[in-house]
């Protein structure tokens, strides 16, 4: 595909490579419309100062909001596994924690913060701080559904004591879930270099430029990364 920018005489051409498939850019974006809604009335309920929110009518409406977003929202994950499995498997693997993911970490403020390209060890499909973004969004998935289901169902039933509980893990999930989607919206709308996540989530694909640099380990294959990588910085202390 080619390009035209405005001031440049000269076509640029740019190769895209596929990243999401329609069902997994579908998914997140429903993803994203039922959790903000769970948890604007989850936090309704959950702030003593929002209690005048959750009573009467009011409250009658935003558990019912709560309730309709939750059963589209623990659907998602199990819809996308029947219809595609493979990719489920692929992406849960991909999110798992490694050994060198400490790489990230430890180079992550020079990287965001000072843009310090040289600093970042080459990341694979999804750098450290994507996977954790998946991982906790999945491990919270979890813990909503067996606090969630329990307490919609179970009031009255479960002893007081457990059901305490349920709810104290539920606020805990939303808690991390809520701080982890706030970086996660942060870095994909706002921080300049990320910008083409969100062209991948919207279009599915990722520029070979984008991809080669930002995800060399995918781009180039691990071995290749890691010269690529080894140059670029005995280029950098030479200057
Ligand atoms: C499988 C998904 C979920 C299920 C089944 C579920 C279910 C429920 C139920 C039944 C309640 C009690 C409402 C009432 O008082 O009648 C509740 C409360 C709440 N939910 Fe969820 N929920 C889910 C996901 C979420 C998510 C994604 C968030 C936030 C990101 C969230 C945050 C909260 C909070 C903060 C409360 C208030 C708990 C309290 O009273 O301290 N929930 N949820």
Request: glycine share 8%; proline share 7%.
């Amino acid at each position: 595909m080619t390009v035209q920018i405005k001031g440049r005489p000269e076509a640029i051409a740019i190769q895209w490579i596929p990243k999401y498939t329609f069902v997994e850019r579908l998914g997140h974006w429903l993803h994203t419309a039922t959790f903000i809604p769970l948890a604007v009335t989850g936090m309704a309920l959950y702030f003593p100062f929002l209690q005048p929110l959750a009573q009467g009518e009011a409250g009658l409406f935003l558990r019912m909001v709560h309730r309709i977003a939750a059963v589209i929202f623990g659907l998602l994950p199990i819809v996308y596994y029947v219809l595609q499995p493979r990719r489920f498997i692929m992406h849960t693997r991909e999110f798992l924690p490694r050994k060198e993911d400490i790489g990230w970490l430890k180079a992550a403020p020079a990287y965001y913060l000072l843009g310090k390209h040289e600093a970042m060890p080459p990341q694979g499909r999804f750098n450290a701080g994507e996977k954790m973004n998946g991982l906790v969004m999945i491990v919270t998935w979890v813990a909503f559904g067996l606090t969630g289901i329990p307490m919609w169902f179970g009031k009255g039933v479960i002893p007081p004591e457990l059901f305490r509980w349920l709810v104290i893990f539920h606020d805990l999930a939303m808690i991390v879930a809520v701080g982890m989607f706030l970086v996660h919206l942060y870095l994909a709308v706002a921080h300049p270099l990320m910008w083409a996540g969100l062209v991948s989530m919207r279009f599915g694909v990722i520029s070979a430029e984008y991809a080669a640099e930002h995800h060399a380990k995918w781009y180039y294959g691990p071995q290749r990364a890691m010269e690529i990588w080894e140059a670029k910085k005995q280029e950098a202390a030479q200057h």
